[in-house]
C-alpha cells in the first residue's frame, strides 16, 4: 500500500470517527487529506521510501481563527490515535523528514510554500519555484466543508497564461542555447565537464517545457522525469533525456537524440498555436512565445529568466 492510499484508509477507519465522535460541533470546519513534501504525496514511493517518514497519518487543517479556538484539543486528540496501521509503524525520521502530518493552519501550509499570501501579480508568480507549487496542490483533500483549503489549491492550479508563457519561452530558449548549440561546441573544445553540465541543464529544461506545455507544474529534480512519464504530451520523452543522461560524451548519438527531441518541441508548439515558425532550432520559437504575452512589462523583460 502507498502513502496516500495508507493515509486515506487510516483516516476512515481512525480519523474520520474521531472527528465525528468528538468534534462534531467543529467538524464542518475541518478540512482533511495528504498533501506537500515527499513522495508519498506525488504518488511515487516505493519500497526504498519507507526507510524513512512511512507511517501512518494524515493532514488536518483549520483557519488561523480556528486553530485558536479549539486548534490544540484536536492536535491532542490526532496525537492519541494508533500509532500502527495495518502493519505500518513509523521506522525513523529524517533531517528533513515530515511533521506536516498532523494538526496544522491553512495559512501554515501554504504560506511554506508561497509566502505571506497567495500571489496575486506575475511578479509574485515568478518568484515561486514550480517545484513548490507542484508541493502545494499534489497528494488528495480527502474531506473540506469549509472549502478554504481548496480555494486555496484551486487558486494555486490555476496560474496565469502569462507567466506560463514566459517560463515556456525561457525554458525552449535555454534548451536550444544548451543543446542545440552549446553541447557539441564544448567536446569539441575538450571541455567534457562543460559539455556533461550543459546536457544536464539541457534534460532539465526540456523537462520543464514539457510540464508547461502540459499546464503542470514540474517537481522537484529527484521526481521531475518519473513525473514526466506520465504527461499526456510529450510525456514519452523522459526516456530520451534519460538516454542522454547516460551517456554524456557520446557525441554522435546524442546530437541526433537532441535534435529530435527539439523536433518534437517545435511541432507541439506548433500544434498548440504557440508558434508559426518552420525549422527545428528552438530559439525562434522562444522569441515568438513570448510575443503572445499580454502583459507588456513581462512580454518586453529578457527571454531568459
Keep these: 500500500m502507498r502513502g496516500l492510499e495508507l493515509a486515506r484508509a487510516y483516516y476512515e477507519a481512525y480519523g474520520k470517527p474521531m472527528l465525528e465522535r468528538d468534534f462534531a460541533a467543529e467538524r464542518g470546519r475541518i478540512a482533511a487529506g495528504l498533501c506537500g513534501h515527499g513522495s508519498e504525496c506525488f504518488g511515487f514511493d516505493d519500497e526504498v521510501s519507507r526507510d524513512h517518514d512511512f507511517e501512518p497519518g494524515f493532514c488536518l487543517w483549520l483557519t488561523d481563527e480556528d486553530e485558536r479556538a479549539f486548534g490544540f484539543r484536536l ?16 521506522q525513523k525520521r529524517s533531517l528533513f523528514g515530515s511533521d506536516f502530518k498532523g494538526v496544522h493552519t491553512i495559512s501554515q501550509f501554504y504560506s511554506f510554500y508561497v509566502g505571506s499570501r497567495l500571489p496575486e501579480t506575475n511578479a509574485d508568480w515568478l518568484s515561486i519555484p514550480d517545484f513548490y507549487l507542484a508541493e502545494a496542490t499534489n497528494g488528495q483533500v480527502f474531506d473540506d466543508p469549509l472549502g478554504e483549503f481548496t480555494r486555496a489549491r ?6 496565469p497564461e502569462d507567466v506560463r508563457l514566459k517560463k515556456l519561452g525561457s525554458a525552449v530558449f535555454h534548451m536550444a542555447q544548451l543543446g542545440q548549440y552549446n553541447y557539441s561546441r564544448c567536446l569539441k ?8 553540465v550543459a546536457l544536464a541543464d539541457f534534460c532539465r529544461q526540456a523537462a520543464q517545457a514539457v510540464y508547461l506545455m502540459n499546464k503542470a507544474y514540474a517537481p522537484y529534480y529527484k521526481w521531475l522525469f518519473r513525473g514526466m512519464r506520465s504527461l499526456p504530451t510529450l510525456g514519452d520523452g523522459a526516456e530520451t533525456l534519460t538516454a542522454l543522461l547516460a551517456a554524456p560524451f557520446d557525441e554522435a548519438a546524442n546530437v541526433s537524440r537532441i535534435e529530435r527531441f527539439c523536433a518534437a518541441i517545435a511541432a507541439a508548439l506548433r500544434g498548440q498555436g504557440l508558434a508559426a515558425c518552420t525549422g527545428d532550432y528552438l530559439e525562434p520559437y522562444a522569441y515568438e512565445i513570448g510575443e503572445r504575452i499580454r502583459d507588456g512589462e513581462l512580454r518586453n523583460s529578457p527571454v531568459m529568466l
Excluded: I, M, S, W
Excluded at 492536535?75 to 513509523?90: K, N, Q
Excluded at 484551486?154 to 496560474?159: D, I, V
Design 75 to 90: 492536535f491532542r486528540a490526532y496525537g492519541r490515535l494508533p500509532a500502527e496501521f495495518d502493519g505500518v509503524t513509523a
Design 154 to 159: 484551486q487558486y494555486l492550479l490555476n496560474r
Design 189 to 196: 573544445h575538450g571541455e567534457r565537464a562543460a559539455a556533461a
